[in-house]
């Protein structure tokens, strides 16, 4: 049995100046991964291939075991872009009649229940909605048929910290079914943060890693020292470091075993957007 | 396939641009002036070459909201999105017909003449020019993208004004009485293998990716 809901192998893609490079990863049933990287890393790029918007170039994608070209494999999948495709003039009786007469699974009076919670005008048009009203429409829309999968797409750029926080809230309800995942893309990594379980980081079209949330928040750590000290510390205990004006940085993934090493060394935690700017920004391996 | 089609329908009706609106309204009237007892046949053209064009127009609304990306995340074909829009043309018709059947009884009220000829002759425009319209436009869309159909829209204006000006000008139905009724069957039968065909390029078109 299948225990991915999606499942990519080797994916590769190229546009001019751009390559997606042999990328491979899961999602796992009941989990959240979240995947992040720097504007143009490629994952968009790599949401609209599970998508089959795009067509690829090699690789493998499965999504609930099956070829993700199957148009079928859609009816289980929510999907939140980073900006509302709905059109100016509808209103959300309208969006309710179309995509009621897409999917086979929705619900409207999920649905509804919806538009009360997050207090969305039922008869107002769209175009008058502001930003953070037309993200959490689309939301509201990729969850209202009962998918397994949610695809997020920067879904919660343009919302306030409370409805982000209540949106997030809901995106760890959707997971307690164990058959349902979610696949989140986002720069707010303050947001990846708190609800994902695993974390992909993506850097000019390459995976730097794949490491499970809890074990990069609650074991990595940042070494701050003068040059002396950095000196002393074995190239084999960090994973990279960068050298500021006044100290020498360095990324340590177990922090807990640097403090024990080398007593007399600053070792702070490290957040996911610490981690990533390392990754990306910074120093030598 | 049947929430597309209510999508597209609906984008129809609330998309209209005001500005066409009184636009192609000014035509009729002037139309409906200056052309006598053949005022409900130009009437219905103009009415016609506008739902036409509309259902183009709608195109302009799907690019502006990326309704393209969102529709490609669905769990629809090619052929279920294509045939929605067609289907949706389809059903607009019921505008066309409606308006024809109107601009013909105020034109024979008004010249106190009911013409037959004229009423079917009306009434096979009002289907046949949409028709023709989406059935050259329409894949333009899908394969090049609403500017180009829109191009291409308004080149076929052009005939149109040549045949309003036959009418005008020329001797009118009289010169045409023996053979209209088969060159309309034959116009009928020729737009409809042209809609089929329109639609099977237009599923081509969709399928395309980058």
């Not at chain 1, 175009?127 to 209202?144: D, E, P, R, T, V």
């Not at chain 2, 006598?36 to 127009?57: C, D, E």
Request: proline fraction near 2%; charged fraction near 20%; charge should be neutral.
């Amino acid at each position: 049995m299948e225990n991915n809901n999606i499942s990519v192998r080797d994916l590769c893609k190229q546009f001019d100046g751009f390559l997606l490079d042999h990328v491979s990863f899961q999602v796992p049933k009941g989990r959240i991964v979240g995947f992040i990287g720097e504007n143009g890393a490629g994952k968009s790029t790599t949401i609209n291939l599970i998508l089959d918007e795009l067509k690829r170039d090699n690789g493998q994608i499965q999504i609930f075991g099956m070829e993700n070209t199957i148009p079928s494999v859609k009816e289980n999948i929510g999907v939140v872009f980073d900006e509302c495709n709905f059109h100016d003039v509808f209103n959300t009786s309208d969006i309710e009649k179309i995509l009621s007469g897409v999917y086979r699974s929705w619900d409207s009076s999920l649905y509804r229940q919806y538009l009360k919670k997050f207090k969305i005008p039922e008869r107002k048009q769209i175009g008058s909605f502001s930003k953070g009203m037309k993200m959490k429409l689309s939301i509201i829309c990729a969850m209202a048929h009962k998918p397994k999968l949610l695809i997020l797409d920067e879904a919660t750029t343009g919302l306030d910290p409370v409805v982000r926080d209540e949106i997030l809230d809901l995106f760890l309800e959707f997971i307690q079914d164990e058959e349902c995942s979610i696949f989140f893309s986002s720069h707010i990594t303050s947001d990846i943060q708190k609800i994902a379980d695993y974390v992909i980081l993506l850097h000019q079209g390459k995976i730097i890693f794949e490491e499970q949330k809890d074990d990069l928040v609650y074991n990595f750590g940042i070494v701050k020292c003068g040059r002396e000290k950095f000196a002393t510390i074995s190239p084999e205990d960090y994973i990279v470091h960068r050298i500021t004006n006044v100290s020498v940085e360095c990324l340590v993934r177990d922090r807990e075993a640097i403090k024990r090493k080398y007593k007399n060394v600053v070792v702070d935690n490290a957040t996911l957007e610490d981690i990533m700017l390392f990754y990306i920004r910074g120093g030598a391996a | 396939m049947k929430g597309l089609i209510y999508k597209d329908i609906a984008i129809f009706f609330k998309s209209i641009d005001k500005k066409m609106l009184l636009i192609a309204a000014g035509a009729i009237i002037l139309l409906m002036v200056n052309t006598g007892v053949y005022a409900g046949l130009f009437a219905s053209v103009m009415l016609a070459m506008t739902v036409g064009m509309q259902n183009v127009m709608s195109f302009a609304s799907d690019e502006k909201a990326s309704w393209k990306k969102y529709q490609l995340a669905m769990p629809v074909n090619a052929v279920s999105v294509v045939t929605g829009k067609y289907v949706s043309v389809v059903c607009t018709l019921a505008v066309s017909l409606a308006g024809s059947l109107l601009f013909n009884l105020i034109s024979s009220v008004a010249f106190r003449m009911f013409d037959m000829m004229v009423w079917g002759v009306s009434v096979a425009v009002s289907v046949i020019i949409p028709l023709l319209w989406t059935g050259v436009c329409l894949p333009l869309t899908y394969w090049f993208g609403f500017r180009s159909a829109q191009t291409m829209g308004l080149v076929a204006v052009i005939p149109m004004f040549y045949l309003v000006k036959y009418f005008e000008d020329g001797a009118g139905f009289s010169a045409m009485t023996n053979s209209i009724f088969s060159c309309i069957v034959v116009a009928g039968v020729m737009v409809a293998v042209l809609f089929l065909a329109s639609m099977i390029i237009s599923v081509i078109g969709y399928n395309r990716k980058k």
